[in-house]
């Protein structure tokens, strides 16, 4: 049984920086990618980051493109997401996931999910 747990989450400052990790295990071998989605109240869910669990090609929402880095230690089973430059915009729950589908930034590519780790950045 797949499993995602992450941490890392907090309170920051504008302009600091964050590490979530997403510790994994039970994963399938049909898995193409793990990512990293966020959901603010009121607002859809959000893919910000992915990558190819293969190759490890990575992608990136527009909104966090440069800012944030996703990154996978393979022998562990854990995914990171390293925030910088943190903006008041970017306070949410954030969400691991691991999926079979094809689409990267698309959240109906992932079909597991962890309980999610609250960011929340003060100006």
């Known amino acids: 049984q797949t499993q995602l747990v992450e941490s890392g989450g907090g309170s920051v400052q504008a302009g600091g920086s964050l590490t979530l990790s997403c510790a994994a295990s039970?994963?399938?071998?049909?898995?193409?990618?793990m990512g990293w989605f966020r959901q603010a109240p009121g607002k859809e869910r959000e893919a910000i980051a992915a990558?190819?669990?293969?190759?490890?090609?990575?992608y990136y929402a527009d909104s966090v493109k440069g800012r944030f880095t996703i990154s996978r230690d393979s022998a562990n089973n854990t995914l990171f997401l390293q925030m910088n430059s943190l903006t008041p915009e970017d306070t949410a729950m954030y969400y691991c996931?691991?999926?079979?589908?094809?689409?990267?930034?698309?959240?109906?590519?992932?079909?597991?999910w962890g309980q999610g780790t609250q960011v929340t950045v003060s100006s």
């Open positions: 996931a691991a999926g079979s589908g094809w689409a990267p930034l698309a959240a109906s590519s992932y079909n597991y």
């Open positions: 039970g994963l399938s071998f049909n898995l193409n990618y």
């Open positions: 990558i190819f669990i293969g190759q490890g090609n990575s």
